[in-house]
């Protein structure tokens, strides 16, 4: 049996919560507000620290890079210092493991607001082929809902929030309720005309960046171009940010557990969830915090490494999984990346062109795969410009001589004048794709290793398959095509059938979900239509787990938009008494 | 203060480094200083700041290593009529602290200013920072144009380059640097499009039905209102 130690904490746990909430990413903070505010009494516990990009001790915006002694490099944090993710794919005393041949890298980030502080702010919307593929194409399975039940929920999201966009008709690209967009930058300009001359759809891009104002509590952006070190004003959306403090502003009965790392959830005679054990990283103690409803929304993988660790005579496997299929079902999106040098921009006067933090134009998958070698599609993003010099920057800085007949190396006043001829004259193009859900893509409880809390860890089993492979030697010809048609030069060479066509490693492009998916049939899902687990009804899981198939778009619209429904969905049930 | 005693003082005391900066000012002439490393001030978390703590306290490069690299600093980036050279610009510290930081850096650099006297000993009797200037830019000339240069010298190809990036990027990521690139962001600002003569210089144009979708940045200030159908009415 636990042992528990007597102290404030345990005072505290005493209390019994309506919800106890693990996890403040982008599921659980939307679950605080909603729940909070229908008047009920919430426990958020977070793995992580406090968060506020407004703190002048966490805030990285505006920063120098020279106020940085590594100038802003990516060896401490992996997207470089000055970006708001505190953790990565590796963490000290927080290990995971992967099966012989198989490799899957895992990105955490723990502290309020989660991976929802640093993200690209892409904000789509599933579209109704998202929820109906295994219809389509006959792989992979449907979801149990239709982007008719998401629909009202995207549509208050947008307006909760705040993305902007445009109407486009798109028939798999729902259009919602846009603020604005920002015009295209230079480089931009020349991908739209190289994307339109080889036929690839382009628009403009859909942000959850406030390039127009929808309340009196957040700011407007004022285009720094730095949205992954979160808004100061709070003019991108990040889950502490937009909702969890508004939700504490309204008045809600919320209480913040920071720094607790959820080991199981409990659970009584009758196996009903009762609440959470978790291990405070302040005291290395455990800790106990009894809840009527547990809302898990601590990432996929996360959340399903609790419940296979809630282990009981009543869940013998792992809470909620007399199906099996608890930690199955994993994917990531596809990822494939070229550069290009384009000729035509260089010698660049400069101006201030941060923009936004993230491109002002987006490639929504535009073909029918009845005519390809692969099945699902996939988007691009783009980069480029004038932006801000860190560590790499000059970095062999006149290579691109090779193309216009000069002699590479050198040094004095012509370096000077090659890295000033070249800044600003290179763009790139990454693919990020649908990658088919398969059962034997899965995560599960290692059972020889602990982390430093001795919570037995996660040990991953991924592999990708020619549908995934084919998918990136398509990325890389449509790159070159693009590159070719906007005068460019591309660079490196295009990875072959060895290098997975340059397939990014699973995990690489975080947005891996379905370990918790979501079916009508109890034995072949481990949650219902609301998130629910159907073995247990009184736990729920709002982030990326319940995701039966991944679309070709980031996930975090959709995790929002379906734990808005699931908590609405919580709130009647406790007023009906059936949970 | 001096700053290596601020971080001594740190790591002893354990007192919040916020206390000890606001308690020694600057003075002008040492604003050169600001543009250092301000530890601790970019939004650390205590992990970090322990971590930047540790290293800005200890040495790799000895004083001669150190003397080497201030001369290679200047031959690679020396001051313009309107730029400060690398070594103006605090490179020779960047570099100490890089190699101490991602310390894959370490034995190709230290070596490679081995490689350095050690050709400059057989070509001339003297290590590179006693050779003569003209001395000097003939070894560069020998290891600075990778295409140009003899296989016997290969290492030094690959010590000059990794040194020559190092420096570049300490560079750029300075104030001087960057007035000397001209990037202009990284303020408060409004974006509304590519100004019309870099359009013209680069031969584009907006796509005049695009643009009529863009934010109209007069009323970026007003509270966004929508139709039924999603039409953006305010």
């Not at chain 2, 490679?112 to 001395?135: E, H, P, V, Y």
């Not at chain 2, 990037?183 to 584009?204: A, I, R, S, T």
Request: glycine share 10%; aromatic share 10%; proline share 5%.
């Amino acid at each position: 049996m636990k042992a528990y130690f007597l102290t404030m904490q345990i005072k505290e746990s005493s209390k019994v919560y309506d919800v106890v909430i693990v996890g403040s990413g982008a599921g659980g903070g939307m679950a605080t507000k909603v729940l909070s505010e229908a008047g009920l009494k919430v426990a958020v516990v977070e793995a992580g620290p406090y968060f506020d990009p407004a703190d002048p001790a966490q805030r990285t915006q505006l920063k120098w890079p020279w106020e940085s002694p590594r100038r802003g490099a990516s060896n401490i944090r992996p997207f470089g210092d000055f970006d708001s993710a505190y953790g990565g794919w590796e963490i000290d005393g927080e290990p995971y493991t992967s099966t012989e041949g198989t490799k899957f890298d895992w990105f955490r980030s723990h502290m309020l607001g989660g991976r929802t502080n640093h993200w690209g702010r892409i904000s789509l919307r599933f579209g109704p082929k998202d929820f109906k593929r295994r219809s389509i194409d006959g792989l992979g399975d449907d979801w149990p809902i239709s982007y008719e039940d998401v629909k009202p929920y995207y549509d208050k999201v947008d307006k909760l929030i705040g993305v902007f966009g445009t109407k486009e008709n798109i028939p798999n690209e729902p259009d919602g309720f846009f603020l604005p967009p920002p015009k295209p930058r230079l480089h931009e300009l020349f991908l739209i005309k190289g994307a339109k001359k080889v036929g690839v759809t382009v628009i403009p891009s859909r942000l959850s960046m406030l390039t127009k104002r929808i309340n009196e509590d957040r700011g407007v952006c004022f285009y720094c171009g730095q949205c992954s070190r979160a808004c100061s004003v709070y003019a991108d959306f990040s889950a502490g940010t937009c909702l969890i403090f508004p939700a504490q502003k309204a008045g809600g009965q919320i209480d913040l557990y920071v720094n607790s790392m959820v080991r199981e959830v409990l659970t009584n005679d009758e196996g009903k969830a009762t609440g959470v054990s978790y291990i405070s990283k302040d005291d290395r103690k455990e800790y106990e915090l009894k809840g009527k409803v547990v809302v898990l929304a601590a990432s996929a993988c996360s959340s399903a490494r609790i419940l296979l660790n809630s282990k009981s005579k009543q869940h013998p496997g792992g809470l909620g999984n007399s199906s099996g299929v608890i930690g199955k079902y994993l994917h990531d999106s596809t990822g494939a990346s070229r550069a290009a040098f384009i000729p035509d921009l260089m010698n660049r006067d400069t101006y201030n062109e941060d923009g936004v933090g993230g491109a002002h134009i987006y490639f929504p998958w535009w073909l029918d795969n009845a005519k390809l070698d692969f099945p699902r599609g996939y988007h691009m993003e783009v980069w480029g410009g004038l932006g801000m010099p860190s560590y790499g920057f000059g970095f062999n800085p006149n290579d691109l001589n090779e193309y216009i007949g000069e002699k590479v190396g050198g040094y004095g006043d012509q370096l000077r004048k090659d890295v000033k001829k070249f800044y600003g004259s290179v763009v790139g193009i990454s693919g990020r794709g649908e990658c088919i859900a398969r059962e034997d893509n899965y995560c599960e409880i290692d059972p020889n290793v602990v982390d430093e809390y001795g919570i037995p860890v996660l040990r991953f089993n991924y592999t990708w398959s020619d549908h995934e492979r084919n998918q990136a030697k398509h990325m890389h010809e449509t790159f070159e095509k693009i590159f070719d048609a906007m005068g460019g030069v591309t660079l490196g060479t295009r990875p072959g059938k060895e290098r997975d066509y340059g397939l990014a490693t699973p995990g690489r492009i975080i947005h891996e979900v379905g370990t918790t998916r979501m079916g009508n049939d109890p034995k072949k899902s481990a949650t219902n239509r609301y998130q629910q687990l159907h073995d247990v009804d009184n736990v729920f899981v709002v982030d990326g787990g319940p995701f039966v198939s991944q679309a070709d778009k980031n996930p975090t619209w959709t995790i929002l938009a379906l734990s808005w429904r699931t908590s609405d969905h919580i709130i009647d049930q406790l007023k009906k008494r059936n949970i | 203060m001096d700053r290596r005693d601020t971080l001594k003082s740190l790591l002893i005391g354990g007192i919040g480094s916020g206390l000890i900066l606001t308690g020694c000012q600057p003075s002008p002439e040492e604003k050169t200083l600001l543009e250092k490393p301000s530890e601790n001030q970019y939004g650390r978390t205590e992990k970090e700041k322990a971590h930047d703590a540790k290293l800005l306290g200890e040495k790799f490069f000895n004083d001669h290593e150190l003397a080497t690299i201030a001369v290679l600093c200047d031959l690679i980036l020396p001051a313009t009529s309107t730029a400060g050279s690398a070594t103006d610009a605090g490179v020779p510290e960047f570099i100490e602290f890089i190699v101490k930081d991602i310390t894959y850096h370490q034995t190709p650099i230290r070596g490679g200013l081995m490689w350095l006297d050690n050709r400059t000993n057989k070509q001339f009797d003297k290590n590179f920072i006693s050779c003569s200037a003209s001395q000097q830019k003939q070894l560069m000339d020998e290891i600075a144009w990778p295409d140009d240069a003899k296989p016997e010298v290969e290492q030094g190809v690959r010590f000059f380059t990794q040194m020559r990036n190092l420096v570049l990027t300490g560079y750029y990521t300075t104030r001087m640097g960057i007035d000397d690139l001209g990037y202009k962001g990284n303020m408060p600002n409004v974006w509304d499009g590519v100004p019309q003569e870099v359009l013209d210089k680069h031969g584009v144009a907006y796509d005049p039905e695009w643009l009529a979708k863009c934010v109209d940045q007069e009323k970026r200030t007003t509270i966004a209102q929508w139709d039924d159908e999603g039409n953006l009415i305010s």
